[in-house]
Structure formats: C-alpha cells, structure tokens
C-alpha cells in the first residue's frame, strides 16, 4: 500500500503542475485582453491562478475532515512562496521591487496573517470566519485589480489564443486540477496515516511544496520575459494573499475545522519569513532581492525543512 500511496502523489504532483501551467495560460491570453501593469497579472492571473492547487487541495482536505492538511497546504505554502520560489529565482536573476508591493502588499500579507493568527487562536475555524476571510479576499482582489488598470500592458506573455480556444484551455486545466487535488490528498493522507506522521506537518512540507511547483515554474518562465521581476514579485504577493486568506476561508466555509496547537509556531514563521522579505527588499533603499538575500531566504528554508523532519519523528 505504500507505494501505491507514493505513485499517486507522484502521479498527482506532476498533473497539479502541468494543468496549473494550462490554466495559467488560458487565464493569461485573456486577461491580455485589459490593459494591466505586469504587477497585477502577476498577482491576479499568475499569482491567484497558480494558487488553485493549494485551494482545491485544501477544499478536498476539509471536506475530507483532513484539516491539519488543507491549513498546513496553505501556511507551509506560503512559506515555500517566500523562501523557495523567490530565493531561487533571485539566485538566478536579482530581483527589482516595485514600490507599491513595500507600501501596499507586503504589509497586506503580514495584515492578513496576523489576522488569521489571531482566528486560530482558539485552533479551530468556523463557517461565519471562513466565510469573512473570502470577503477580505474579494475585496483585495478589487483594490489590485482597481489600482492596476490604466498601466502599462504586459507585451510579453504566451501566445494568443482566440477568447474560445482561452476559455476551454481554462476549463480544461480547471477539471485536472481537480482530479490531481484530490489524487494528492488521497495519497498524502493515506501515507501520514500509515507512517502515523502528524497531517500538519505532511500539509506544511510534502502537499506544500507539491502544491508550489506551478508558482515556482511560473517564476522561472517569468524570467525570460521583459518585466519577469513584477511577475514574479506579483505571482508570490498574489500566491501568498490567495492561501492567507482564500485557501484558509474556503475550506472552513465547507467544513470547519480545528488545527494542531503546533501550528502557532508555523504561522509565526510565516510572519518572520514575510517581515524578512520586506526587510531584505529595503534594506539600503535598492529595493531589490539580491543574490545574498536570495541565499538567505533559502538557507533559512532549509532549516525550517530540517526542523520539520524532526518533528516528523514523533508520532501523530
């Protein structure tokens, strides 16, 4: 049974990023269709697009009653967006910032997940406070989408399909996530259960990672184009704004659920990790992520993996 457990994750993995990446083209050959700056179709297009594995996997995990796996999908995930996704694709090319995501984004994140912390303090989420998270959540994605309108179009993103061939690729990414979501959850839960490993930490480390390979392939393709630091600043705001607020209130509205006391030191993370990256793109005003940074960020991650491991050794 443990390898079938191990090919469905697999299996799951691999459909999770390649129908993510569909989806994300699909919704991008539309959405050039409005005149948007490259920060918000990075956080609105690629950011909330690639952020749909993480949502459907959570869902699939609540409604489950798996809901150590779907809060630890999305906290484990946005400390991944920061820390690997951003690490690595400013190793490769430092990374610019725009000063909107230092005034307006970064302190959304940490808003956001200083207002989650204090939900979970009591370790369980409601309908009523899952249900007020996806309307904070709307009410970002109408403040970006707002601000962004009226800049400079984005010139080079996949190719253009016709509004038809957009909407079915869309769908059709759509429909395999799906199926790859709950592949993923089967598998991870099953495995947890029979390793008897704590379902947070398989949320935080495997499904996390798992579920960030369609932001970190959305990064490194942003790399090539003209304006990759605004998508790649963007896919990461808008990633870690979706799980912080979409990803934890969607499942809760399903299904509540109570977390592990354990969680609390993760959510700190995710805020230490959060100030760390405004803190590295400030530092001596350049507003950039440079390659120390870059090698800062990953090394703490490493660390956080490694601490993780060890937690994994006591039994759930």
């Not at 430092?94 to 207002?115: C, N, Q, S, Y």
């Not at 395999?176 to 008897?196: H, N, Q």
Request: aromatic share 8%; hydrophobic share 60%; with cysteine.
């Amino acid at each position: 049974m443990l390898l079938t457990y191990l090919i469905v994750i697999a299996i799951g993995f691999v459909a999770l990023a390649w129908s993510a990446d569909r989806l994300v083209e699909g919704a991008s050959s539309l959405a050039r269709r409005f005149n948007v700056s490259a920060f918000a179709i990075g956080v609105v297009i690629l950011g909330f697009g690639t952020s749909l594995p993480e949502l459907l996997v959570s869902a699939t995990a609540a409604a489950r009653g798996s809901g150590g796996i779907a809060i630890g999908n999305a906290f484990g995930s946005n400390i991944a967006n920061i820390a690997m996704i951003l690490g690595i694709s400013a190793l490769i090319l430092p990374l610019a910032a725009d000063r909107t995501l230092l005034k307006r984004d970064v302190p959304l994140i940490l808003f956001a997940t200083a207002g989650v912390f204090l939900i979970l303090s009591d370790l369980a989420l409601g309908r009523l406070e899952g249900i007020a998270l996806v309307f904070a959540l709307v009410a970002v994605i109408a403040l970006i989408v707002h601000s962004g309108q009226a800049s400079a179009p984005i010139l080079d993103l996949p190719a253009e399909h016709t509004a038809l061939a957009a909407l079915a690729m869309t769908l059709f990414g759509l429909v395999i996530l799906l199926g790859s979501a709950w592949a993923l959850v089967w598998g991870s839960v099953g495995l947890a259960r029979m390793l008897e490993i704590n379902e947070l930490l398989v949320g935080l480390t495997l499904v996390a990672i798992g579920t960030s390979l369609p932001e970190l392939a959305a990064s490194l393709a942003s790399l090539k184009h003209a304006e990759g630091s605004g998508l790649i600043l963007g896919n990461v705001v808008g990633s870690n704004l979706f799980n912080t607020l979409g990803v934890v209130g969607v499942p809760a509205t399903i299904r509540p659920f109570s977390v592990s006391p354990m969680l609390w030191y993760d959510s700190l993370i995710m805020l230490a990790f959060t100030a760390l990256l405004g803190f590295l793109l400030l530092r001596r005003g350049g507003f950039r992520l440079t390659r120390p940074g870059a090698i800062l960020l990953l090394l703490c991650y490493i660390g956080y993996l490694g601490w993780n491991a060890e937690r994994m050794m006591v039994p759930a």
